[in-house]
């Protein structure tokens, strides 16, 4: 498990199991949004609860994949392209920068930036090739839940549950 945060390092958590494991704890709250399970628990960190014996957990989960637009080869190409000439540009720009000549040399920069784009576009074109027409489309996918529920390890799920309703009922005190 990765700990995640504003400003995480991507270290694993102490008490993080190594193996995927069902979530434990009782449950204190349930929302219908991750931002309000998210909420829930800054408002129990701002009361100074033990939030690390605190999980959010996400149940119902459903990939949700948003149409973006129509693929055509024209766009396939272009975006194939620019790709490739962003990459074919940085190798470019080490060549250049490795060049044993007097001075900075273009040639490497624009070479790079020829083959980047020529390679781009063709393995994009390749790629698309392949798909025969069976996905015409651009899309986006992401991993939601119906509700997210949050849950805490008995020792502390009854003032955890006290906590939030008061934040429910609109007591902040």
């Known amino acids: 498990m990765i700990v995640t945060g504003p ?9 993080s199991p190594r193996l995927p494991t069902p979530p434990s704890g ?5 929302y219908a949004t991750y931002e309000e399970a998210q909420r829930a628990v800054d408002y129990l960190a ?16 459903m990939l949700v994949e948003r149409v973006l637009g129509k693929l055509s080869w024209a766009k396939v190409l272009g975006t194939g392209a620019a790709s490739g000439a962003w990459f074919g540009a940085f190798v470019g720009i080490l060549l ?9 040399s273009y040639i490497p920069l624009f ?6 784009v020529v390679f781009g ?6 790629g698309y090739a392949f798909t025969r027409g069976r996905r015409d489309f651009s899309s ?17 799920a009854e003032k955890g549950r006290d906590l939030l309703a008061r934040l429910a009922m609109g007591s902040h005190g």
């Open 7 to 15: 400003f995480s390092s991507g270290r694993q958590a102490p008490r």
């Open 26 to 30: 009782w449950p204190i709250g349930s």
């Open 46 to 61: 701002e009361k100074e609860f033990e939030v690390q014996d605190v999980t959010i957990v996400g149940v119902d989960l």
């Open 96 to 104: 250049s920068l490795f060049d044993t000549t007097q001075g900075f």
């Open 111 to 116: 070479v790079g930036l020829i083959a980047g």
């Open 121 to 126: 576009a063709a393995s994009a074109a390749m």
């Open 140 to 156: 986006a996918s992401q991993l939601v839940a119906g509700r997210y529920d949050v849950l805490c390890q008995p020792r502390t």
